[in-house]
Every structure is written in structure tokens, then in C-alpha cells.
């Protein structure tokens, strides 16, 4: 599968750098999941739990306590809580 470059970030902490397979997470317009290649999006995250998924098909749950926002662009996702 094609992976893309996902960065997790909340100030002062990085959750998480690196190349994703797949991030699943919640936002304003209902549950998303982004893949590589995904087109432009930006939208509002709500609280939940992240899903990643990375290239040998390890799960990582990162729980987001507060709300932020996802931008998606040129297969670079950044999310920022």
C-alpha cells in the first residue's frame, strides 16, 4: 500500500512523525479516513481516538482529548490538536 507523511502535533509535543498507511479520525463533517494520495482537505477534528495504520500494518491509537484541525496536501497530512 502507499503510504503518505502523516505529523501529529499538539504545542510543545509531537505524537507522532513519520509515514502513515492510513489515519482514521473524527471530525465536524463525521468519521474520515485518510489515505495516500487523498485529495486536498482541511477540516475541523473533534475528540477521539486516532487510528494510524503504517506500512507493516502496526496500529497506533493516539486519543486526542481536545479538538484541532487536519490539513491534507500533497500527500503530506498534518494534524494539530
Known sequence: ???FHLTIAKVGETLYEGEA???TLLCADGQITVLANHEPYVA???PCTAVIYD???HRQDIVFESA???EV???QVTVIL
Do not use: F, H, Q, R
Request: charged share 20%; aromatic share 0%; no cysteine.
Open 44 to 46: 475541523p477534528v473533534l
Open 55 to 57: 506500512s507493516e500494518e
Open 68 to 70: 484541532g484541525v487536519i
Open 1 to 3: 500500500m502507499k503510504s
Open 21 to 23: 498507511d492510513s489515519l
Open 73 to 75: 496536501s500533497n500527500n
